[in-house]
C-alpha cells in the first residue's frame, strides 16, 4: 500500500536589519568575538524595555504582500514561554494570534502553495559544544535578531516540491533585499512536517487534516502523527530528508510499528533523521500577549507606502523576460536567479535596442537576435566566469555597454565566436573596449572577399586530389579545405566567406 504524503514547511529567516528586534545592538556578528554585540536588553536583564524595530516589521509586511497575503491591521507581540540556555529571557518574543500577514500564497509549476502565516520574532543565542568536553558555551550575539517565519499549509506534495518552494522563497527574500537567505550560514532555516497517512482516510479543511472515514462502530480512524524535521542546512538536505523521512515511516507503517510525534533532525553524514525530542504540543509554551509592547496598528497609509516599495518580482520578471526578449525559459532561470544578473542583463539588452534603433536592422528586431545572443553570452561564457572566480555581478570589471559592444561584433560577424571567448576573457579580467581589444591583438575578423579570394585560389591550387574529389561529388571534402583556409588565416577569416567562395570558385 502506498500512503499520502503530506508536508507543511516552517522557514526561519534571519532579517539584515543595522540593528537588532527590541534593541539598538548591531545585528552584524559575522567575524566578531563572542558576546560582544549584547545589552542589557537582548541579555534579558530585569528591568529592561524591548522597543521593536521597524524597519523588521515593515519588511515583514512588505513579504506578506509579495506572497499575497493578507495583513492584520492589528497585530501585536506574545510571549512564548520555555526554558533553554541560549534563551536568557526564559521567552521568546513573538507573535501567536495575531502575526502581521496570513492567508497567502506561492506558485510552484503553476500549484498554488498556501502560506498560512508570516511573523516576526527575535532568534536565540547559540550554544557552542565541544567535542570530548562537558561544557557548552554560549554566545548572545545572535540573540535579538529579527527572525521572520513562514509556515505554509501543509499542501506540499513531495520533497522536489519542497525544495522548489524553499527556493523560489529565498529567491523572493533576496529580490526585496532583506535577508541574505543563505541556508548553509543559517540565514535561513528550513523546518519540514510530515506525515503519511492512509488515502482515504483523511481530509484537508480549513487548515488542518482530519480523520475521515469511521469504523463501523462510528470510531474515526486516528491519524497517523506528524513528524518535525529539523537541522536542514541546504536546498539539498530538504529534498533529502524529505525523502528519508518518507520512506521510513512507509517502513514503520507497513510493519504495523507507530510512528511517534518527534522532533527528528537531519544528520548529513548519516544521511538520515535522528529523534531529538518528543513534541510539545503549543499549550506548552503558554503564549500570552507581551506586556512591554503596545498593539501594533497598521495604517492604509502605511500599507499604501510598503505596496509602492515591492520590486519586480522573479516570477513577474521571468515572464516578462520570455515575452519581451523572446527568451528561452531555462536562459531565463539562470539570468533571473540572481537579481542583480538580471538588471545586468536588462542594462546590455537595452544597449542592444538603441544599437538597433541606430542601425535600423527590423529583421532583428522582430526575431530578438540580438537579445538571444546577448542571453547566449551571458548565461555561457560569462556565468562561467563568474562562477570559478566566485565573483559577484556588482563587482565585474567590465560594464553593461563594452559587454554589448562585444555581442554586437560577433552579431556583425566582425569576429567569430572564439574570438569572442578571447575579448571577453580579457574584458572580464580588466574591462575595456571590445572593439580595441579585437584591434589589439589582431582578431577582427577577415572578410574582405578580394583578399580571401587570393588565399582560397592558393587552397584550391596546393590540394588538387580533394578538388578533384570534391568535383565527382565528394561535397563534404568542403569542409576540409574550409579548415584549410581558416589555418591558413589563424582563424580570423569569415567561414561564411570562405564556404561562399569555395562553392563558386570549385563550381568553375
Ligand atoms: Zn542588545
Redesign the pocket.
Known amino acids: 500500500m502506498t500512503y499520502d504524503v503530506i508536508i507543511g514547511l516552517e522557514i526561519h529567516a534571519e532579517l539584515k536589519t543595522k540593528s537588532?528586534m527590541f534593541?539598538?545592538?548591531s545585528n552584524d556578528a559575522e567575524n566578531k568575538a563572542p558576546n560582544t554585540t549584547?545589552?542589557p536588553?537582548?541579555?534579558g536583564h530585569p528591568g529592561t524595555l524591548p522597543v521593536p524595530n521597524k524597519q523588521a516589521i515593515d519588511w515583514t509586511i512588505l513579504t506578506g504582500l509579495a506572497l499575497h497575503c493578507r495583513i492584520n491591521r492589528l497585530s501585536k507581540f506574545d510571549r512564548k514561554n520555555y526554558f533553554y540556555p541560549d534563551l536568557p529571557k526564559g521567552y521568546q518574543i513573538s507573535q501567536y494570534d495575531l502575526p502581521l500577514a496570513y492567508n497567502g500564497r506561492l506558485d510552484i509549476d503553476g500549484r498554488e502553495i498556501q502560506i498560512t502565516r508570516i511573523h516576526l520574532e527575535e532568534d536565540t543565542g547559540k550554544s557552542l559544544h565541544f567535542k570530548d568536553q562537558d561544557y557548552t558555551l554560549l554566545d548572545f550575539n545572535r540573540a535579538?535578531t529579527p527572525l521572520m517565519e513562514l509556515v505554509t499549509e501543509p499542501v506540499i506534495k513531495d520533497a522536489a516540491e519542497a525544495k522548489k518552494f524553499c527556493t523560489a522563497y529565498q529567491q523572493i527574500l533576496r529580490y526585496l533585499e532583506i535577508s541574505n537567505a543563505d541556508m548553509e550560514k543559517g540565514e535561513m532555516r528550513c523546518e519540514a512536517n510530515i506525515s503519511l497517512q492512509t488515502p482515504g482516510g483523511w481530509e484537508y479543511k480549513q487548515g488542518q487534516i482530519l480523520a475521515k472515514k469511521k469504523w463501523l462502530l462510528g470510531v474515526k480512524r486516528p491519524l497517523n502523527p506528524k513528524v518535525e524535521v529539523k537541522n536542514i542546512n541546504s536546498f539539498r538536505a530538504v529534498e533529502k530528508a524529505i525523502n528519508f523521512e518518507i520512506a521510513r515511516q512507509t517502513d514503520r507503517l507497513k510493519k504495523g510499528e507507530k510512528i511517534l510525534a518527534e522532533t527528528r533532525g537531519w544528520d548529513e553524514n548519516k544521511n538520515a533523521t535522528v529523534s531529538q525530542r518528543l513534541k510539545e504540543s503549543s499549550a506548552d509554551y503558554r503564549y500570552f500577549p507581551e506586556p512591554d509592547i503596545p498593539p501594533l496598528e497598521i495604517t492604509e497609509d502605511w500599507l499604501n507606502r510598503l505596496h509602492a516599495d515591492l520590486p519586480e518580482l522573479p516570477a513577474a520578471k521571468r515572464r516578462r523576460f520570455i515575452q519581451e526578449y523572446q527568451l528561452k525559459p531555462e536562459t531565463v532561470d539562470i539570468i533571473i536567479g540572481d537579481k542583480a544578473l538580471a538588471a545586468w542583463t536588462e542594462k546590455v539588452l537595452s544597449e542592444l535596442d538603441a544599437w538597433i534603433e541606430a542601425n535600423g536592422d527590423q529583421a532583428a528586431r522582430q526575431e530578438r537576435r540580438l537579445a538571444k545572443t546577448a542571453a547566449n553570452w551571458i548565461t555561457g561564457e560569462l556565468y562561467k566566469h563568474l562562477n570559478s572566480h566566485k565573483q559577484k555581478v556588482a563587482d565585474l570589471k567590465m560594464t553593461a555597454e563594452n559587454f554589448a559592444e562585444l555581442v554586437c561584433l560577433i552579431y556583425q560577424d566582425k569576429i567569430n565566436s572564439s574570438a569572442g571567448q578571447t575579448i571577453l576573457e580579457t574584458m572580464y579580467d580588466k574591462g575595456g573596449d571590445p572593439s580595441q581589444i579585437m584591434i589589439d591583438l589582431g582578431l577582427e575578423q577577415m572578410d574582405n572577399e578580394a583578399e580571401l579570394e587570393k588565399t582560397v585560389q592558393h587552397i584550391i591550387n596546393d590540394n588538387p586530389q580533394q578538388v578533384a574529389q570534391y568535383k565527382k561529388g565528394k561535397t563534404n571534402v568542403l569542409q576540409f579545405l574550409l579548415g584549410k583556409v581558416m589555418a591558413e588565416t589563424k582563424g580570423k577569416a569569415n567561414p561564411k566567406i570562405v564556404k561562399e567562395l569555395l562553392e563558386k570558385m570549385l563550381a568553375k
Open positions: 537588532k534593541c539598538s545592538c549584547v545589552c536588553v537582548c541579555l535579538g
